[in-house]
């Protein structure tokens, strides 16, 4: 297995291609930090280039110019407590109230925000869009699956599992399929985009549990197994689960997860501060990098062939596939 260890003592830093064999291309590591502190977290690239995420406990969205660094604050409703956001085509910034039942609209040029209550759904947690007008959300303490209709407004719930579930990440794979990460029972769920029909499927083992995931363009679905330090794929077809030992070790707590655009998983690990990537082709790890805290998500533009994330320690960071100016 190779390891490459980058330490990120300094806001940028850049290393040196990995071996041809292993694919890995030349990275650039770079991290921000905040000022306003707050968990800052789940950043997004808006259209214009500029990134935006949220400072979770400090109940506000923010936004950050790459080639300046400026960062700009938006104050939003107290007790929100955002947990995500994403950025629509038009720019407009949607938000999830993780601690008052609500998604948020901002419109940056205005200022203005909107919002909109998702009802039994009560901690809206993870959001994705569809593409079809919808933004399809998590809700982990209320066991539920939200659909909001932009334009009308209306919220449709699904319960992903009969007993409590935890439902946690979200996203949907190139056929428009949503797919869950079920934390609490050590599940994915599939979810009918038509139909609203849930199958879900088993991972590694009884006591796997898994934060988030994400699905190849060969339809495997991937996961983090926090609970026993695996990296899970699943094949939805034949049910087969595959699991490997991630770099850290059964404590290691894999956490966020995302592919790039060569269809390579990276993720997390929380107890160690590492980002870790994997090729599913050669089933090599071929990146281990250290950052400033525990990533709990991660965002890849496809645009600039970055990869975004925030810290606990209060950055946000940059991972790029390519080197950067």
């Excluded at 205005?110 to 399809?136: C, L, N, Q, Y």
């Amino acid at each position: 297995m190779l390891k490459l260890v980058l330490y990120a003592a300094a806001l940028s830093l850049t290393f040196s291609p990995l071996p041809a064999a292993s694919q890995g291309g030349t990275f650039d590591l770079k991290e921000w930090p905040v000022e306003w502190g707050g968990r800052t977290r789940d950043p997004y690239v808006a259209p214009d280039g500029k990134v935006w995420f949220v400072g979770q406990e400090g109940n506000y969205l923010a936004s950050l110019d790459p080639n300046t660094g400026a960062q700009q604050r938006f104050e939003i409703e107290a007790g929100t407590n955002p947990h995500t956001l994403i950025v629509d085509e038009k720019g407009v910034v949607w938000y999830a109230g993780n601690r008052n039942g609500r998604i948020g609209r901002l419109d940056p040029a205005s200022g203005a925000i909107k919002t909109i209550m998702t009802g039994e759904a009560r901690d809206p947690h993870t959001m994705v869009f569809d593409g079809k007008g919808h933004i399809w959300f998590t809700s982990q303490g209320s066991n539920r699956v939200g659909r909001l209709h932009i334009a009308t407004e209306k919220v449709d719930l699904i319960t992903p599992n009969d007993t409590p579930s935890n439902p946690y990440g979200i996203k949907m794979d190139r056929n428009g399929t949503v797919w869950v990460a079920l934390l609490r029972v050590g599940k994915v769920a599939k979810i009918d985009p038509s139909t609203l029909a849930v199958t879900r499927f088993s991972e590694g083992a009884d006591t796997s549990r898994s934060r988030r995931l994400d699905v190849l363009n060969d339809g495997t679905v991937w996961v983090g197994d926090e609970a026993r330090g695996m990296l899970t794929r699943i094949n939805p077809a034949t049910g087969e689960v595959k699991e490997w030992p991630v770099p850290g070790g059964a404590k290691a707590g894999p956490y966020a997860l995302t592919r790039d655009d060569q269809d390579r998983i990276w993720f997390s690990e929380a107890n160690t501060r590492r980002l870790v990537g994997f090729d599913p082709k050669s089933e090599r790890f071929f990146a281990n990098v250290e950052v400033s805290g525990t990533i709990r998500n991660m965002y890849f533009d496809p645009k600039t062939r970055t990869m975004w994330f925030g810290t606990d320690g209060n950055q946000v960071g940059r991972i790029s596939l390519q080197p950067s100016k």
